[in-house]
C-alpha cells in the first residue's frame, strides 16, 4: 500500500538488545516480511544512541562511543541489504524509492536519533551523509552540542539551538538532509522553523492538544509546520495517544485528523515509532505488517483516498524531494 514510515527503533532493538538480529525476519515489529506484507514503498531505519549505555565517564565520552556506534549500525544495516539485496536496497535519494519498487523491492532510508553524536564536529555530518544517513533526529532525552530537547520543565522548554546546532541546521540544508525536531525541546522547534530554509520533518510526533506531553506538537507549532511545508509522523505511543498503556486505533486516527484540520492535509504523515517502546498492554496495530487497520480507520472517518495516499507516503516522499 505504498507505506513510508519515517521512523523505527529496530536496528537498535537488533544490536542493542538483541545482537546483531536479522531483519529477514525478528520477534520485533519491522521486518523485510512484513514490510512486504504491507506493500511498503520505504522504511526509514534509525540509527539510534541510549547515551547511557555507551562507554565513558562524561557525556562527550559516550557520544563518541556513541558516535563509533552509529557506524557500526550503518554498517549492519548495509549487511543486511547486501544479504537481502534481492528484497531491500537502501535509498539515497528520493528519486531512488521509484526505482526500487519498480524492482519488486522495499526501500531503506538510513537516519541518526541522538545528535549529540556529532560532538561539536561538523565534518562528522559530512561522514554521516557519505555513510548514506538522510535524516537526523537533533535531539533525544538528553541536552546535547546542539540543544535541549522536551521537558515538563517550563525553563528548560524555552532552550533554543546552540551556536554550533544552528551551523548543524544550515548544513543539513547544504547537504540535502531531512532536518528532525522530534524529542526537541520547544525553543529548538522554534529555532529550526526560523533558520531552515528546507521543509522541516517532527518524524514522531503527535498533537499535544489531543495528549498533554511534551512530546508532542502544540496547534500553533503544527500550523507552523504545515506552512512551512513539512511533516508530522504519527506516533504509535500510547502515552503520545492519549491512553498510557494501551496504542488505540481510535486515538491514531483522531490525531491524523487533527493534524489536518489545523495544519492541513499535507502535514501528516507515519512514524510509527516501532520497537522504540514497549510494556503496552494493548496495541491495535502490533506491526507494520497491520498498517492495513489504521488505513481502513481513516477511510472510514471521512478521508479520501487522495488524502489517505499523502498519509502514506506522499507528504513525506515531498519533503524529502524538497529537501
Known amino acids: ?90 535509498a539515497k535519494k528520493p528519486e531512488d524509492i521509484e526505482i526500487i519498487q519498480k524492482k519488486g523491492k522495499t526501500g531503506a532510508v538510513l537516519t541518526v536519533e541522538e545528535g549529540g553524536v556529532l560532538n561539536g564536529s561538523l565534518a562528522r555530518l559530512d561522514e554521516l551523509y557519505r555513510r548514506g544517513v538522510r535524516l537526523i533526529t537533533l535531539l533525544w532525552n538528553y541536552e546535547n552540542c546542539i540543544g535541549a530537547p522536551g521537558s515538563r520543565v517550563p525553563s528548560n522548554m524555552e532552550k533554543g539551538l546552540t551556536p554550533f546546532g544552528i551551523r548543524v541546521v544550515e548544513r543539513m540544508n547544504e547537504l540535502g538532509m531531512i532536518v528532525d525536531v522530534s524529542h526537541a525541546a520547544d525553543g529548538v522547534f522554534w529555532d529550526v522553523i526560523k533558520r531552515s530554509r528546507r521543509p522541516v520533518a517532527a518524524t514522531h510526533s503527535n498533537c499535544r492538544a489531543l495528549a ?80 492495513d487497520r489504521l488505513r481502513e480507520a481513516l477511510k472510514k472517518a471521512g478521508l479520501s483516498e487522495r488524502q489517505l495516499d499523502k498519509v502514506w507516503y506522499k507528504n513525506a516522499l515531498r519533503v524529502w524531494k524538497e529537501r
Open 212 to 291: 498533554d506531553h511534551p512530546r508532542n506538537l502544540t496547534d500553533e507549532m503544527l500550523r507552523a509546520l504545515g506552512e512551512q511545508g513539512g511533516v508530522a509522523g504519527l506516533n504509535f505511543y500510547g502515552p503520545f495517544l492519549g491512553t498510557p498503556e494501551e496504542s488505540r486505533l481510535e486515538e491514531m486516527t483522531a490525531h491524523v485528523l487533527h493534524m489536518i484540520e489545523t495544519g492541513g492535509e499535507d502535514l501528516p504523515a507515519i512514524g510509527t515509532d516501532f520497537d522504540g517502546f514497549d510494556g503496552l498492554k494493548r496495541m491495535d496495530i502490533p506491526d507494520t505488517g497491520h498498517m
Open 1 to 90: 500500500m505504498n507505506l513510508i514510515d519515517l521512523h523505527c527503533d529496530t536496528l537498535w532493538k537488533l544490536m542493542d538488545l538483541g545482537g546483531e538480529g536479522d531483519l529477514l525476519e525478528n520477534d520485533g515489529s519491522v521486518s523485510i516480511r512484513k514490510l512486504e506484507e504491507e506493500g511498503a514503498l520505504a522504511q526509514f531505519f534509525a540509527c539510534f544512541v541510549y547515551r547511557d549505555a555507551m562507554e565513558g565517564n562524561t557525556p562527550e565520552e559516550q557520544y563518541e562511543a556513541g558516535y563509533r556506534h552509529v557506524l557500526d549500525m550503518i554498517d549492519h544495516m548495509s549487511r543486511q541489504a547486501e544479504r537481502y539485496s534481492g528484497r531491500l536496497e537502501l
